[in-house]
C-alpha cells in the first residue's frame, strides 16, 4: 500500500512527459496539470476533451489520457540539404525553424508527427523556393525567401494546429569553384569601383583646374578693362586740363598783346625763339634745312609779326565795328620801325 501511494506521488509530481513519448500520465481521478500544456483525453477510445492547466478530475478506467502538448515554441533544426538555384549552382543550405501548437485537438487528430510534416514541408519549400532564384539573388533576397517559405508552410500546416512563427536561413555552403569565382568576381568589382572613383576623381581635378583657369582669365580680363577705362579716363582729364590750360594762357597771351608794347613783346618772343631753333639745328638728325636768309633775323621776325597781323586783322575790324570811335593812340617805335623793314624788303 505505502508503494502505490508513493507510486501515486510520484506521478502527480513528475513532468508530463511530451507527446510520442512511451510514457504519459496516469489517470488516477485527481490531476494537476502544468502552465502551458494540453492533456487529451480520451473516454472509451473516443475524444472527450482537454484538460486546462490546474487541478482537473477524471473517472478512473473510463478516462485515459492520450496526447500531451506543449503550447510554448518549438524550436526546430532543419537538417542540412542540397538545392539547386535557377542559374543551376547546387548549395548546401539548413536552418532553424519556429512552431507553437495553436490547436491541440488537430495537432494531436490531423497528423500524426507534426514536427517531421512539418521539418519536411521546410526542406521541400525550401527547394522549390531556391530553384525561383538565382545565385546573387538568394544572397540579397534571403528575407523575402524565409517570408516565402513562412507562407507556404501556414498554407498547409493550417489543417495540422500549427503555426510557423518564423524561418531563419542558417549557412549557406557553395561549392569551391563557384567560391573562387565569387572572389574573383569581388575583386573585378572592386578594382573596376577603384579605377572608377579615380577616373572621377581626375575629372573633377580637371574640372576644377578648367574651372581656375576660367575664372583667372575673366578676373584678368576684367582688370585690363578697368586698367584701360581708367587709363583713358585719365589721359581724357590729362587733354581736358591741358586744353584748359592752354586756353588760359591763349587768353593771358590775348591780353598781354593788346596791353601797350606788346606787339614789340612778341617781336622780342619771335627772335628768342628764332635763335633758340637755330642753335638745335643737326643735333637730331644729320639732315638740316635752312632758309636762304639764315642770317636777316630782322627779316624773319617781320615776317613772323606780318603772319600774325594778317591772323589778327579781321578780329580787330570787327572789334572795332563794334566798338565807339575813340581818339587815335600814337604809334609805337616799334611799329614803326617794322613797316619801315617790311617796306624796303618788299
Given at each position: 500500500?505505502?508503494?502505490?501511494?508513493?507510486?501515486?506521488?510520484?506521478?502527480?509530481?513528475?513532468?508530463?512527459?511530451?507527446?510520442l513519448n512511451s510514457g504519459l500520465p496516469m489517470n488516477i481521478g485527481v490531476l494537476f496539470v502544468p502552465q502551458q500544456e494540453a492533456w487529451v483525453v480520451e473516454?472509451?477510445?473516443?475524444?472527450?476533451?482537454?484538460?486546462?492547466?490546474?487541478?482537473?478530475?477524471?473517472?478512473?478506467?473510463?478516462?485515459?489520457?492520450?496526447?500531451?502538448?506543449?503550447?510554448?515554441?518549438?524550436?526546430?533544426?532543419?537538417?542540412?540539404?542540397?538545392?539547386?538555384?535557377?542559374?543551376?549552382?547546387?548549395?548546401?543550405?539548413?536552418?532553424?525553424?519556429?512552431?507553437?501548437?495553436?490547436?491541440?485537438?488537430?495537432?494531436?487528430?490531423?497528423?500524426?508527427?507534426?514536427?517531421?510534416?512539418?521539418?519536411?514541408?521546410?526542406?521541400?519549400?525550401?527547394?522549390?523556393?531556391?530553384?525561383?532564384?538565382?545565385?546573387?539573388?538568394?544572397?540579397?533576397?534571403?528575407?523575402?525567401?524565409?517570408?516565402?517559405?513562412?507562407?507556404?508552410?501556414?498554407?498547409?500546416s493550417d489543417c495540422w494546429g500549427i503555426r510557423c512563427l518564423r524561418y531563419e536561413i542558417k549557412d549557406i555552403h557553395v561549392p569551391p569553384r563557384v567560391k573562387?569565382?565569387?572572389?574573383?568576381?569581388?575583386?573585378?568589382?572592386?578594382?573596376?569601383?577603384?579605377?572608377?572613383?579615380?577616373?572621377?576623381?581626375?575629372?573633377?581635378?580637371?574640372?576644377?583646374?578648367?574651372?581656375?583657369?576660367?575664372?583667372?582669365?575673366?578676373?584678368?580680363?576684367?582688370?585690363?578693362?578697368?586698367?584701360?577705362?581708367?587709363?583713358?579716363?585719365?589721359?581724357?582729364?590729362?587733354?581736358?586740363?591741358?586744353?584748359?590750360?592752354?586756353?588760359?594762357?591763349?587768353?593771358?597771351?590775348?591780353?598781354?598783346?593788346?596791353?601797350?608794347?606788346?606787339?614789340?613783346?612778341?617781336?622780342?618772343?619771335?627772335?628768342?625763339?628764332?635763335?633758340?631753333?637755330?642753335?638745335?639745328?643737326?643735333?637730331?638728325?644729320?639732315?638740316?634745312?635752312?632758309?636762304?636768309?639764315?642770317?636777316?633775323?630782322?627779316?624773319?621776325?617781320?615776317?613772323?609779326?606780318?603772319?600774325?597781323?594778317?591772323l589778327t586783322k579781321p578780329q580787330a575790324v570787327k572789334t572795332q565795328e563794334e566798338m565807339p570811335p575813340a581818339h587815335e593812340e600814337p604809334q609805337s617805335p616799334?611799329?614803326?620801325?617794322?613797316?619801315?623793314?617790311?617796306?624796303?624788303?618788299?
Amino acid at each position: 500500500l505505502q508503494r502505490s501511494q508513493h507510486v501515486k506521488r510520484s506521478a502527480w509530481l513528475a513532468p508530463a512527459p511530451h507527446r510520442l513519448n512511451s510514457g504519459l500520465p496516469m489517470n488516477i481521478g485527481v490531476l494537476f496539470v502544468p502552465q502551458q500544456e494540453a492533456w487529451v483525453v480520451e473516454r472509451m477510445g473516443k475524444f472527450h476533451r482537454i484538460l486546462e492547466p490546474g487541478l482537473n478530475f477524471l473517472i478512473p478506467l473510463l478516462d485515459r489520457i492520450r496526447y500531451v502538448q506543449s503550447l510554448k515554441e518549438i524550436v526546430i533544426n532543419v537538417p542540412e540539404q542540397s538545392a539547386v538555384t535557377l542559374d543551376n549552382v547546387t548549395l548546401q543550405i539548413d536552418g532553424v525553424l519556429y512552431l507553437r501548437v495553436m490547436d491541440p485537438y488537430k495537432a494531436s487528430y490531423g497528423v500524426e508527427d507534426p514536427e517531421y510534416a512539418v521539418t519536411q514541408l521546410a526542406q521541400t519549400t525550401m527547394r522549390s523556393e531556391l530553384g525561383k532564384l538565382s545565385l546573387d539573388r538568394v544572397f540579397r533576397e534571403r528575407e523575402s525567401l524565409n517570408a516565402n517559405i513562412v507562407d507556404a508552410i501556414n498554407q498547409a500546416s493550417d489543417c495540422w494546429g500549427i503555426r510557423c512563427l518564423r524561418y531563419e536561413i542558417k549557412d549557406i555552403h557553395v561549392p569551391p569553384r563557384v567560391k573562387e569565382s565569387m572572389q574573383m568576381q569581388v575583386e573585378a568589382e572592386r578594382r573596376k569601383r577603384a579605377m572608377v572613383l579615380e577616373s572621377e576623381g581626375t575629372r573633377e581635378s580637371a574640372i576644377n583646374v578648367a574651372e581656375g583657369q576660367k575664372q583667372a582669365q575673366i578676373l584678368a580680363s576684367e582688370a585690363e578693362k578697368a586698367e584701360q577705362i581708367n587709363k583713358a579716363a585719365g589721359e581724357a582729364n590729362a587733354v581736358l586740363v591741358k586744353a584748359r590750360a592752354k586756353a588760359e594762357a591763349i587768353q593771358l597771351l590775348a591780353a598781354a598783346l593788346a596791353q601797350q608794347h606788346g606787339s614789340a613783346a612778341a617781336s622780342l618772343s619771335v627772335a628768342e625763339q628764332y635763335v633758340s631753333a637755330f642753335s638745335k639745328l643737326a643735333k637730331d638728325s644729320n639732315t638740316v634745312l635752312l632758309p636762304a636768309n639764315t642770317g636777316d633775323v630782322t627779316n624773319m621776325v617781320a615776317q613772323a609779326l606780318g603772319i600774325y597781323t594778317t591772323l589778327t586783322k579781321p578780329q580787330a575790324v570787327k572789334t572795332q565795328e563794334e566798338m565807339p570811335p575813340a581818339h587815335e593812340e600814337p604809334q609805337s617805335p616799334a611799329t614803326t620801325v617794322l613797316k619801315a623793314e617790311q617796306a624796303s624788303s618788299s
